[in-house]
């Protein structure tokens, strides 16, 4: 929560976040680049990037595993999902947009019930 100050996080103590979520590993996001060099610059560049936001592993294991986010309307069910990819930034506005788009969904339904 140091990264998400007031805001309501889910700690997926079962995993089962993680299962619905592709039970992707960081190996598994490696393997398919068969050139060393590459797979050595992108851990570098990801490195740096994680030190310019102040961000450290907890070096127990789950640093291996791939999570995301996943949206939920009021009724739980999910919305919006977005798998983790180590190499790129979070796309913060397409979840952002998926958020106000559920927020508006739930404010139209709230007004058709009226």
């Known amino acids: ?21 592709g039970k992707r590993t960081v190996t598994r996001m490696l393997l398919p680049s068969r050139n060393p060099f590459t797979v050595v610059s992108r851990i570098v560049q990801m490195g740096k990037r994680l030190r310019t936001k102040k961000i450290s592993g907890t070096r127990k294991g789950s640093s291996w595993l791939l999570g995301g986010i996943i949206v939920f309307c009021k009724q739980g069910k999910p919305a919006y999902a977005y798998q983790e990819d180590i190499w790129n930034e979070i796309p913060v506005s397409d979840i952002v947009a998926a958020t106000m788009k559920v927020r508006e969904e739930q404010y139209n339904s709230n007004t058709k019930n009226r």
Not at 9 to 19: A, N, P, T
């Open 1 to 21: 929560s140091q990264f998400f100050p007031r805001r309501a996080l889910y700690l997926d103590r079962d995993g089962s976040f993680y299962d619905a979520l």
